[in-house]
């Protein structure tokens, strides 16, 4: 999932503001794989554990020194439409944790961003409920964040 530009972010409450992209990436963990006798190809791939990646890319200015700390946990929200109005919001959220922080600059000290100084890219890991459901949840918010 790739959301360009979301209307507005918040992780644990807190807003991010200037949020540029929101990935999310999945990836099997653990699979499942068994052949026949027959070839050389599989003829059962499972995906037995799954890890779904959060990266937030932000575009920084001078004062935008102190970052999110490793390890912190909370409710991640992304409101995004594809016509920068209430139409067709959606709402993509799912409890999440923070294990990486990293910032970037352009070539020869040129920013990175549109913003001025550079980018900052906050990798976080979604984190289940109960093991069986999905950490995202998509749902309608045309009405808007509160």
Avoid: C
Avoid at 92 to 103: D, E, K, L, P, Y
Avoid at 109 to 133: C, N
């Amino acid at each position: 999932m790739l959301i360009l530009n979301p209307d507005r972010v918040r992780f644990a409450g807190q807003a991010w503001p200037v949020v540029t992209a929101v990935m999310v990436d999945r990836s099997a963990e653990r699979l499942v794989e068994s052949w026949a006798d027959m070839g050389p190809y599989a003829v059962l791939v499972d995906v037995a554990e799954q890890r779904v990646t959060i990266r937030v890319t932000l575009a920084l200015s001078a004062t935008d020194l102190p970052g999110p700390e490793l390890g912190a946990q909370g409710l991640l929200e992304v409101w995004t439409s594809p016509t920068a109005s209430a139409a067709q919001r959606v709402r993509v959220a799912g409890q999440a944790v923070i294990t990486g922080v990293r910032h970037e600059m352009g070539a020869r000290g040129v920013a990175a961003s549109a913003a001025g100084a550079g980018m900052r890219v906050v990798t976080l890991a979604a984190v289940s409920d109960d093991g069986k459901l999905d950490p995202l949840f998509v749902a309608s918010a045309e009405v808007g964040p509160d």
